[in-house]
């Protein structure tokens, strides 16, 4: 009976993740799929296991083996890579997690809740990453963060220089920023000015 209750939590776990949460987000329903068929098939082969007396070491060996195969067949985004993880880990405990439900389901509850938390619009939203080709070959790195903020008009956290052309003068670089920065000073400067006219 408690193998139900588990079955049942983790397909409720599942659908506030991936219905409630990554769809309306992000618009991938392929992903979707993905997460509750990966969800799904993990919870029917984890309950089996735990039928026949196997140890915890299988379980994490085929969460393993599980993720490699799903990661090495397309590229994912790293917030997509969090969401299928928690898809694993929840029919991991919805299958393996017999002996303690309030355990298992306090566990769901808590991947549900970080990942929902963590993946929210406003969580760290001016914190931001792009790759920007500069029409100017700068070999200096504080003189292209220093570029790079007149550019973007916010704060460079980093910036790593991916190729440098000094025969068509340009330079491709990835960057970190944080553009809630600027846009904190440009209203403090926009307050400033309207003080001193």
Do not use: K
Request: charged share 15%.
């Amino acid at each position: 009976m408690n193998a139900y209750v588990l079955f049942a939590a983790d397909l409720v776990a599942i659908s506030v993740l991936t219905l409630g949460f990554y769809l309306p987000r992000h618009r991938r329903r392929d992903l979707v799929v993905a997460f509750l068929g990966v969800n799904v098939g993990v919870l029917a082969v984890a309950g089996v296991l735990a039928q026949v007396e196997v140890g915890a070491g299988l379980g994490l060996g085929l969460f393993g083996v599980l993720s490699i195969i799903r990661l090495r067949s397309t590229e994912l985004e790293q917030h997509e890579v969090a969401y299928y993880f928690a898809a694993l880990a929840l029919g991991l405990l919805g299958g393996l997690g017999d002996s303690s439900i309030l355990l298992s389901v306090g566990l769901m509850t808590l991947i549900v809740t970080v990942i929902a938390i963590a993946d929210a619009p406003g969580f760290l939203a001016g914190y931001r990453e792009q790759t920007v080709v500069v029409d100017r070959a700068i070999t200096d790195e504080a003189a292209l963060v220093a570029h790079l903020e007149g550019m973007l008009g916010a704060r460079v956290h980093h910036a790593a220089v991916s190729r440098l052309d000094l025969v068509n003068d340009t330079t491709t670089v990835h960057v970190r920023f944080d553009a809630a920065a600027s846009r904190s000073t440009a209203a403090a400067a926009t307050l400033e000015n309207g003080a001193v006219r």
